[in-house]
C-alpha cells in the first residue's frame, strides 16, 4: 500500500454529494435531526457494517448537534467514512447546501485556504474568534506553527484543545503537524477514551502505515483499531490489517460475526472506485486510507490520487 505524506496545512475536508433529503431518506430509522442517543448507537452500528448512508447521517448529528456534541473534525470523519465505503463521489455539494456565514462553513474555507490563501485564511480565523467559534483559534495555530512561530502557533493550539477542539488535540498529537518528527503517543493515548480517533492513530502508528516504523507493535495496533471499530472509525486498510493479524494467529478475539464484518469492510469499493471500473476494467487506483483526521495538504493528495 503506498503511504501519503501528512502535510500540516490542510486538512483532508470531504464533502458528500447527496442532499440532507436524500440522506435521510435513505437511513433506516429516525432522520438524524430527530436522533436520541439510542439512534446515534443503531447509527453506529450499522456504519460498522459499512453502511455509507448511516456515516451521512453521523455527520449531520455531529454538524447539528442531534445526540452528540456539536464537533467539526467528526462531521468531517464520518463524511470521510461515507466516501471510502461507496455513498458519495463529489465532495463539494455537502458543504455547499451551508450558507457561506455558516461557521462550519467558514471554518471549512479557512482549512482549504490556509496553505494558498494565508490571509484570508486568517481573516476568517478572527471572524470565527469574534463568534466565539473555538476553531478560530485552532486554524490560527496550524497557519502560524506552519509559517512563522512554531512556539505560539503550538500556544493557541492548547487554548484551543483545552476549550474542547477535537482537531486542535489531535494536531497536537499526530506526526507532521507543528514539523515534529514523531506522534506524540502519550497524549494520544490520553485522548483514546474520550477521541475515538486517537485510538485509529495509535493503530495506524503501531501498525506501521504512518510515523516510525520503529513504533510498531502488531499487538498495540490490533487493540488500538478494536477500540477505534467500536465507534465505526476503522478504514478498509484498518479491516485488512486486522483480518490478517487474526489470520497470522495475532492474539485477538474475532468473533464469526466479527469476521464477515470486517471481510466486508476490507472488501467494499468507494464511488470512484466503482466508476473507474465501469470505465476501465484494467484501470487500477491506489487504495488510499481516506481517514481525515490527517493533517494534509489537499493539493498533494489530488495529485497522488491523479
Known sequence: MKKYLIAPMAMLLVMASCTNQLIESEVVGEPAEQAPAGEITYLIEKARWGDGQ???????????????????????????????????????????????????????????????????ALEIADKLIAQNNVEGYTIKGIIISERSDKEEGKRLLEFAAERGSTLAQLCLCVPGCLKDSAP???????????????????????????????????QLAAYYYMK?????????????????????????NLSDKDIERLEKLASMKS???????????????????????????????????N
Open 54 to 120: 448511516a456515516y451521512l447521517q453521523l455527520a449531520n448529528c455531529y454538524r447539528d448537534s442531534k445526540g452528540v456534541k456539536q464537533d467539526f473534525l467528526n462531521m468531517v470523519l464520518m463524511m470521510s467514512y461515507a466516501e471510502e465505503y461507496g455513498s458519495i463521489k463529489n465532495r463539494k455539494d455537502y458543504m455547499s447546501v451551508l450558507s457561506n456565514e455558516s461557521e462550519y462553513r467558514l471554518v471549512y474555507d479557512a482549512l482549504n485556504m490556509s496553505y494558498s490563501k494565508v490571509d484570508e
Open 184 to 218: 506524540d503517543i502519550e497524549r494520544l493515548k490520553a485522548l483514546a477514551d474520550s477521541v475515538p480517533i486517537a485510538c485509529k492513530r495509535l493503530g495506524d502508528i503501531y501498525s506501521g502505515m504512518i510515523g516510525d516504523e520503529t513504533w510498531k507493535d502488531a
Open 228 to 252: 477505534a471499530d467500536e465507534h465505526a472509525m476503522l478504514s478498509k486498510y484498518s479491516a485488512k490489517w486486522l483480518l490478517n493479524y487474526h489470520k497470522n494467529c495475532g492474539n485477538i
Open 271 to 305: 464511488v470512484l472506485q466503482e466508476i473507474l471500473q465501469c470505465e476501465d476494467e484494467d484501470f487500477e487506483i491506489n487504495e488510499f486510507d481516506n481517514d481525515t483526521v490527517e493533517i494534509v495538504d489537499t493539493v498533494e493528495v489530488e495529485e497522488a490520487l
